[in-house]
Structure formats: structure tokens, C-alpha cells
């Protein structure tokens, strides 16, 4: 078990192409310090060497096109976080001014969305909410049922295409109702799918192993969706799936 | 060595979100080519994750978009006089 995790951090060395972990770094650090004293916080000069040749009006107009494109799937996040649209829109201005800071330390053409979303996690881990992160550090995840690969096994063929048909019709309120009903899996499944955050990165942000990250990540998917189908049977989006009616080519034998 | 669906099934979310290493995802991809049950099994998490994502955007107030764009203006025009 261990093994498998360990050996999932050094698989990444070689095969992701986000940048090195010391850049998005450097970053955070900065996105960490004192937000009153914005104006004169930027960037060192030699971490600015990279985009210096920019105007400073291009370097606004770069960050207008790229990051504000964002601002609904970080608006998004931070009132689900916040549960509360002032202190949402508190951290929006905090995040995008910070990440405006930390401009010239983005290293273009890598993942801006899980850059912009970790200088989110920083904030709100920081100054509005310590509690997040001790909370997330209280529950021990025990044994690892979906490492016996039992996860979604259990689910034939037809009640699989139940899902998909049920899932499709299911209202986005639904869908956040269901995510906010995680627990402590909520914040690494919303790091991943929706901040596409590496685990390394959850990791890190969230002070927890990457064994953990993925533990998580699969438990709060497998809860996630049996929630879903729940809420849709529920809300008759969906009838409750039949056992193997037709075609069983694959739904009772499956492959295992 | 080649993946059944018990490994297959165990990396989908690995798979997803690119934490696999080219090695593996050869496997998953061989895999995945001739086995319809846990092809199925990667679209549905798939699909779990964009309507997770489409689900989670909002629209933020109009006010909000004006004042951070208001804000870097407000630090830009700083860094012209600095």
C-alpha cells in the first residue's frame, strides 16, 4: 500500500509536465505575504527576470485574458467554502490581487487553473479559515477497500448506464449538495477535479500524504456517486435500476 | 505485464488526472481498447467529473468582476509610478 503511493510520487518526475514544485513555491510564498502591503509586494527581481520584458500594462492586459476567465470556478469554490457570498467575494479579491502579485512567477503554457486555485487554498487556509485545515488533518483514513479494486465492481453493466443516464439529468444543485455531504473527502476531490491540482500539490496544501490525496480522491468519488444516484432515485430524475434485465453480456459475469 | 480489470479499475482516477506514468497508461489505454466494463467505468468517472465541474462555476456578481479588475488596475497604476 505504501509502496503503491511512494512509488506514484517518483512516477511523476518523469511523467508530468506541470512545472517544478520550487517555481509554484516561490509563488505561494509570495501569495502568502501581507495582503496590505500589495503595492510594493511584488515579485523579487530575480524571479521577475522571466517576464520583465512586459509593459506593465501588458503584463495587466496578460493577466485580464488568462486569469479573470477563472473568477466563476474560483467564485464557485470560495461560496462553497465560505458559505457565505461576502466572505466569498472577500476572497476573490484577495486571490486574484495576490495572484496579480505573483504574475511574473506563472510560468506560461502550465496549469494556471491549479495555480490560481492553490494561491485560493492559501488564502482561505491562511487568514479566513484555520480550522479547514485542522479539520482535514483529524480523520485517519483506514483501510483502502478501493486498492482491493472493489470500487465500482460491485455495479453491473446496466446499472451503470442507470448512472450515466440519471447523472445527466441531475440539477447542479444537486451535484454541489452532494459534494458539500463529503466530509473530509470533499476538499481533495474539489482540488482535483476542479482545480486539477496534482496530488503532490493537494498534498502539500493540505498536509497529508499523497497516499492519503488518493485514498480520498477515490472514496469521495465513490460516495459522491452513490449519493448522486440516491438524490435521482429520490427526486425520480431516474427509476431505480432493475437487476440485469437485457443484453447481460458483461452485467452479471462482468470481467473479474 | 499486462493489466486485468482489477488494476484497471483500481487506477481510473490516477488515469484522469495524468498521475499515471507512460508505462501505465499504455496498459490502462491496451486495456480499456478490449474490455467494455471498465471502458465504461472510466467514462462514467469521467463524466462525474465534468458535471462536477459544470455544476461548481458561478457566476460571480457583477460588482465582484468590477472591483478585482478596479484592484489591479488600482496595483498596476503602483507599479507605473513606482
Known amino acids: ?256 | 505485464m499486462t493489466f486485468d480489470c482489477q488494476e484497471t479499475k483500481r487506477h481510473v482516477h490516477e488515469f484522469l488526472h495524468n498521475e499515471l506514468s507512460a508505462q501505465e497508461v499504455a496498459e490502462v489505454t491496451a486495456h480499456l481498447a478490449n474490455c467494455d466494463s471498465c471502458e465504461t467505468d472510466y467514462d462514467l468517472e469521467n463524466f462525474v467529473n465534468h458535471s462536477i465541474q459544470d455544476a461548481c462555476s458561478e457566476v460571480p456578481p457583477q460588482e465582484l468582476a468590477e472591483k478585482v479588475l478596479e484592484n489591479i488596475r488600482k496595483m498596476q497604476a503602483g507599479i507605473d509610478h513606482a
Not at chain 1, 457565505?84 to 476573490?92: I, K, M, Q, T, Y
Not at chain 1, 468519488?221 to 430524475?237: D, F, H, V
Open chain 1, 1 to 256: 500500500m505504501t509502496s503503491y503511493a511512494t512509488s506514484m510520487v517518483s512516477y511523476k518526475k518523469t511523467t508530468l509536465n506541470s512545472k517544478p514544485m520550487s517555481e509554484v513555491n516561490s509563488a505561494q510564498n509570495s501569495a502568502k505575504s501581507p495582503q496590505t502591503n500589495t503595492q510594493s509586494n511584488v515579485a523579487a527581481p530575480s524571479e521577475k527576470a522571466q517576464k520583465s520584458k512586459l509593459t506593465p500594462a501588458q503584463r495587466a492586459l496578460e493577466f485580464e485574458q488568462l486569469a479573470i476567465p477563472l473568477m466563476p470556478q474560483v467564485y464557485g469554490m470560495a461560496l462553497r467554502w465560505t458559505k457565505n457570498p461576502s466572505d466569498a467575494e472577500d476572497l476573490v479579491q484577495d486571490t486574484f490581487a495576490k495572484a496579480f502579485n505573483a504574475w511574473d512567477q506563472f510560468e506560461q503554457g502550465t496549469n494556471l487553473k491549479a495555480w490560481i486555485f492553490r494561491i485560493l487554498t492559501n488564502t482561505q487556509i491562511n487568514s479566513y479559515n484555520k480550522k479547514a485545515k485542522d479539520q482535514a488533518k483529524v480523520s485517519i483514513d483506514q483501510f483502502e477497500d478501493w486498492q482491493l479494486g472493489e470500487a465500482s465492481s460491485l455495479t453491473s453493466m446496466s446499472s451503470r448506464s442507470a448512472e450515466l443516464e440519471a447523472l445527466d439529468r441531475l440539477p447542479a444543485d444537486i451535484i454541489k449538495k452532494s459534494l458539500s455531504e463529503l466530509g473530509e473527502f470533499q476538499q481533495v476531490v474539489e482540488l482535483a477535479v476542479i482545480a486539477e491540482m496534482p496530488y503532490a500539490t493537494i498534498a502539500e496544501e493540505l498536509q497529508i500524504p499523497v497516499g492519503t490525496v488518493m485514498s480520498r480522491l477515490h472514496r469521495g468519488k465513490k460516495k459522491l456517486r452513490e449519493k448522486l444516484l440516491e438524490y435521482a432515485i429520490q427526486e425520480g430524475y431516474v427509476t431505480a435500476p432493475k437487476p440485469a434485465a437485457k443484453s447481460s453480456k458483461d452485467s452479471e459475469t462482468g470481467s473479474l
